[in-house]
């Protein structure tokens, strides 16, 4: 079974929850219309159903390879990725004065999600490419802007992120890779760099990587960290590209998904020094990469959505054909689609409404970042960011985990056909189990939330928050429709479980910090089902007034909400009872 990507709920997600017609409301964005949004949509949804989907399965089963420093990709990317280039996909929310198409990241992230849910492998490549040229957009000089953010949008080039080093995980100030100064401007890297994604590759005629490491006399710790592009081949002054510089990769990675990715080991300097340009102001390389890692962590979030999305369209194809058993009702004397079996259509509906939820909340996290980024009163872009700060580790931590349980439901589903690589259930899986690894374990997404998203402003946004989930429950207690009050008593446990784990947070920090990080897990979780299920909350508000336009539709809306409220609501008050109870227990490894 191929992809089909859900458009029509990702433009009700867009119009009714995530403020489209605010954002094209904005400078610049004034085309963004939902015509324009549709059209973008389509188009994006065609291309990953004809070109990318196909290549999935396969590409597994016959990965990228290396040899002799060089990478070869899984047939057929080489050509795809021309195609995705060519059609301006890479562009599609960068400026127009690079080359882009200056549309909405709003916009830009049911594209993302569509990508990813094609082929999550082929589309780690321009995800990496996106994030450096955010990273150059905000902290390169002009030099370096102009002459090499326009050959990534167009394709001809892409990007890459340098952060980690064989002893030197997650901790990065036991980065030890050296820069020395030329004294021309430019520098000398030698070191060894790991878990680089597409370091290496055949996709493209140039690879741009940002690469963290150490002047000689940079100072110890996080604070001596600097960042810096070094490409793969030496750019001449006309654009053109010159000799090879000295980097190269020394293997890939064999791994238990994302096997069509090429995570390479890279080495630095073998033969005198990599040439590199420091991108922002020396020893602050941090603040620059976070750019680049921040970006990156909200598209592995909606990553996330779409691996849970296609391994739900997945069982529900298999599960419509799969004839076993009679019906526990006595409707039917033959043997029946197992869909029609309860525990069948209770695993569906629970793979639908996580999946449902998780869009919802990316996608209004997406609209923050755009009324962040382009609003032209400075109080309320400081607002939405700070909003968008708060919402992005949940994203990428919440919707992560969530991938998880949905595709090995999807597993599940198949029964012992899901756990034969054939019938392509299990590859699901296993792609999605590096989604909540890579650009930060959940831990350390929900220790960002805790200390730097709930401590460091007193807990306002978390409160301003949850002061609009209390909003919206007023206005489910205000209906008369049954779906509403199902959704309420829910959604308001929730909301009072989330507001009591911030406020133990808020009160335990200080004296029992132990305490708190390890319910930093839990807090995230809690705060990712209660703000999933508030936005699941408002969708079915929607839905009830929209439901004479498009009665299935909406009908369907209104029971994947209520399906979110009983399966994945109601263990709020569960995961408060963790977070506030950690302080009591003393845990055993």
Not at 483 to 508: D, Q, T, Y
Request: hydrophobic residues 45%; aromatic residues 6%; negative net charge.
């Amino acid at each position: 079974m191929t992809y089909q990507a859900p458009v029509k709920d990702m433009l009700f997600v867009l119009n009714h929850l995530a403020g489209l017609p605010q954002v094209a409301a904005l400078p610049g964005f004034e085309e963004a219309t939902p015509d324009t949004a549709q059209a973008v949509l389509e188009e994006s949804a065609h291309f990953a159903a004809e070109v990318l989907a196909p290549l999935n399965h396969p590409a597994d089963k016959a990965p990228s390879t290396w040899q002799d420093g060089a990478v070869t990709t899984a047939p057929g990317f080489k050509q795809a990725f021309r195609q995705y280039a060519d059609a301006g996909w890479q562009g599609l929310s960068h400026p127009a004065e690079y080359g882009g198409q200056g549309l909405p990241g709003l916009i830009g992230s049911p594209c993302s999600e569509m990508l990813n849910a094609a082929n999550l492998s082929f589309a780690l490549c321009p995800l990496l490419t996106n994030g450096a040229i955010e990273a150059l957009m905000t902290a390169g000089s002009p030099e370096l802007r102009e002459r090499f953010i326009g050959p990534m949008i167009s394709g001809r080039w892409t990007g890459t992120m340098n952060l980690t080093e064989p002893q030197a995980g997650s901790d990065l100030a036991m980065v030890r890779t050296r820069a020395q100064p030329v004294g021309d401007g430019t520098y000398r890297l030698s070191g060894t760099k790991i878990f680089i994604t597409y370091g290496e590759h055949d996709l493209a005629e140039n690879i741009l990587h940002l690469v963290l490491a150490r002047l000689p006399d940079a100072p110890e710790g996080v604070k001596g960290i600097s960042l810096f592009l070094v490409p793969k081949f030496l750019v001449n002054e006309d654009g053109s590209l010159g000799a090879r510089n000295d980097v190269t990769c020394v293997s890939i990675e064999h791994k238990l998904g994302i096997k069509a990715s090429p995570t390479c080991t890279l080495q630095f300097g073998d033969a005198g020094g990599a040439l590199g340009y420091v991108v922002g102001q020396e020893n602050r390389g941090l603040d620059a990469m976070f750019i680049m890692m921040n970006a990156a962590r909200y598209a592995v979030g909606v990553q996330g959505i779409a691996i849970a999305d296609r391994a739900y369209q997945h069982a529900l194809a298999y599960a419509a054909e799969r004839v076993q058993s009679r019906p526990v009702d006595g409707s039917s004397r033959d043997a029946v689609p197992i869909i029609q079996h309860p525990d069948v259509r209770r695993m569906l509906g629970t793979m639908r409404a996580l999946t449902e939820a998780g869009r919802a909340l990316a996608y209004v996290t997406a609209g923050h970042a755009d009324l962040a980024h382009a609003s032209p009163d400075a109080d309320t872009r400081k607002r939405h960011l700070a909003i968008q700060e708060y919402l992005v580790p949940i994203v990428k931590g919440w919707c992560t985990e969530m991938s998880i349980d949905v595709a090995s439901l999807g597993v599940q589903v198949h029964g012992g056909m899901g756990f034969i690589e054939e019938t392509g259930a299990a590859q699901f899986y296993r792609d999605a189990r590096i989604l909540t690894i890579y650009e930060g374990t959940t831990a350390i997404q929900a220790n960002d939330l805790v200390g730097r998203k709930t401590l460091r402003d007193g807990g306002a946004v978390a409160r301003a928050l949850l002061d609009a989930v209390r909003q919206t429950e007023a206005d489910l207690q205000a209906r008369t429709e049954p779906a509403a009050g199902r959704m309420l008593k829910p959604l308001r446990e929730a909301r009072e479980a989330l507001a009591s784990a911030v406020e133990f947070i808020l009160a335990n920090a200080a004296g029992n910090p132990n305490a708190v990080f390890g319910a930093a897990v839990p807090y995230l979780l809690l705060a990712g089902t209660t703000f999933a299920g508030w936005q699941m909350a408002r969708a079915l508000l929607a839905s009830l007034d929209l439901q004479a336009e498009d009665p299935d539709f909406h009908n369907a809306k209104i029971a994947t909400a209520q399906a979110f409220a009983l399966h994945k609501l109601t263990q709020a008050p569960g995961l408060a009872a963790v977070v506030l109870g950690t302080a009591e227990y003393d845990v055993q490894p």
